[in-house]
Nanobody
């Protein structure tokens, strides 16, 4: 089970930190990622992190503003979002991909087999 939280309403330029907590599994066995989907748009990749946390990946739209991290002792993955823009408004979903390799993570949604329910992020202008 994946449980995402931390979304909300924020003004442009503000910050939010999303959290995704895993249960019923050993989180360190999984690469983790955040995807988002805005109304009427396709799901898009935001950021991913490898099992060990040493490798991270970020979409161009988020690079320099968003930071993904994880605390395997707490079975939690975070997405720190700064300098938010109205175009960041979407439902943000966390996803897990069981990985053999320690320091790799996919940016493809099809590679992730477990998904959380999502948390709404709304950025007002």
């Amino acid at each position: 089970q994946l449980q995402a939280s931390g979304g909300g309403l924020v003004q442009a330029g503000g910050s939010l930190r999303l959290s995704c907590t895993t249960s019923g599994r050993t989180s360190s066995d999984y690469a983790m990622a955040w995807f988002r989907q805005a109304p009427g748009k396709q799901r898009e990749f935001v950021s991913a992190i490898s099992r060990g946390g040493a490798s991270t990946y970020c979409a161009d739209s988020a690079r320099g503003r968003f930071t993904i991290s994880r605390d395997n002792a707490k079975d939690t993955v975070y997405l720190q979002m700064n300098s938010l823009k109205p175009e960041d408004t979407a439902v943000y979903h966390c996803a897990a991909d069981r990985q053999i390799r320690m320091e790799t993570a996919s940016v493809r949604g099809d590679d992730y087999d477990s998904w959380g329910q999502g948390t709404q992020v709304t950025v007002s202008s």
